[in-house]
């Protein structure tokens, strides 16, 4: 858990699903995780089904969104998405890796950022995590409650 950059603002930053529907980041309401993840990252692909469940039990809460950096874009991530049969994640496509690039110079992955309500970062995680493990919703809940 790195806390090195809270405070730090989300950047104004939009993203896009296979259909085209966009998402401003820095326009949401409300507490965000944000997930930076690919297809081809073995630590990525092990979090996704542990954050569609986290994302049930944090609904209402805080909205987990997990943005892939594929290049190849829908054509990488449809299938995926179809394969594993989330039911809470929405596939949002940043082909050009351009955010992970913004969070951290080398761009590791899989790369996972709390913000608060009012768009500030409260801590991330760089590396894989077991946010299917029961204290996955209570370090979420109680950073939040901390700020």
Known sequence: MDRSHAGTAIPEFVVADPEGLTLNLAAQDGPMLLNLWATWCAPC??????????????????????????????????PFFAKGGFTRLEPWLDADA???????????????????????????????YDWGSPDAAKLVREALAAR
């Open 45 to 78: 692909v092990k979090e996704m089904p542990q954050l569609d469940a986290l994302a049930g039990a944090l609904e209402g809460e805080v909205k987990v969104i997990a943005v892939s950096q594929d290049i190849r874009g829908a054509e990488a991530v449809t």
């Open 98 to 128: 351009a955010l992970s690039g913004q969070f951290t110079p080398e761009g590791a992955l899989p790369l996972t950022i709390l913000f608060d309500a009012s768009g500030k970062e409260v801590l991330r995680v760089a590396g894989g």
